[in-house]
């Protein structure tokens, strides 16, 4: 008989239970259920192709930007036109010394000059005497500081202390200039005054002082006494 101290006795072990192998196929899923399945797995990969083509017809749709104007050359083309146009000049102090009107006005940026149909302009010397100009047709320079009448130009002064009628001077061209207080003329003028006519070949006139330069051949005729 062995001893139960004996540990070189075989451990009693449980009985040994045999497994079977599971070698059955698990049953097909549906048609549609692996269409979905499917779908779902590549719903990822889908929707970044949707992105990139959703991205691609943006930029493709989108305008190309303008070139910029500011750094194109400017062009003679009036860039604004106002009916109804006045400006008025002040000194460095009292009322307006001066007023530009215009029944039509169009800028032209290449040149900064202002294109005026229909102009009146009214400017006061020191003193208070007025000079009044109206011309068919004008080309001022942008900061009014010079402006020349075209088109049936006529100019014409206050009457001063101790003079009888306004001087009234006429020309198909005649220039202003704000900046020397003065209007000229290269071209035949007439000169009238009362029952005075003047004819010249041009003029300067100095509305500061009243003082009067004719050029040319003058001839006038003056009212009998």
């Given amino acids: 008989m062995a001893s139960l101290d004996d540990d070189t006795s075989p451990l009693?072990?449980?009985?040994l239970v045999a497994t079977r192998a599971v070698d059955a196929a698990r049953p097909a899923l549906p048609r549609g259920e692996r269409w979905r399945q499917a779908l779902l797995g590549h719903l990822p990969l889908f929707l970044m192709a949707l992105l990139a083509g959703a991205t691609w017809w943006l930029v493709q749709q989108t305008p190309e930007p303008e070139p910029d104007r500011a750094a194109q050359a400017p062009?003679?083309?009036p860039?604004?036109?106002m009916h109804g146009f006045s400006v008025q000049h002040y000194g460095q102090a009292g009322p307006?010394?001066?007023?530009i009107e215009g029944?039509?006005?169009?800028?032209?940026?290449?040149t900064d000059t202002l294109e005026i149909d229909g102009l009146s302009l009214r400017w006061r010397d020191d003193a208070g005497n007025l000079l009044r100009a109206r011309a068919a047709h004008a080309i001022a320079q942008g900061d009014g500081s010079e402006v020349r009448l075209m088109g049936g130009a006529?100019?014409?002064r206050d009457r001063l202390p101790g003079e009888s009628a306004p001087l009234q001077f006429s020309s198909e061209e005649m220039v202003f200039d704000r900046r020397q207080d003065?209007?000229?003329s290269d071209r035949p003028v007439v000169l009238r005054q009362g029952g005075s006519v003047i004819e010249a070949r041009g003029l300067t006139y100095w509305h500061a002082d009243a003082r009067l330069e004719l050029r040319g051949a003058v001839r006038g005729r003056l009212p009998a006494r």
């Fill in 154 to 156: 006529t100019v014409e």
């Fill in 96 to 99: 307006a010394r001066g007023v």
């Fill in 182 to 184: 003065q209007v000229r």
């Fill in 103 to 110: 029944e039509v006005v169009r800028h032209h940026p290449d």
């Fill in 79 to 81: 860039d604004y036109e």
């Fill in 75 to 77: 062009t003679h083309e």
């Fill in 12 to 15: 009693p072990l449980p009985p």
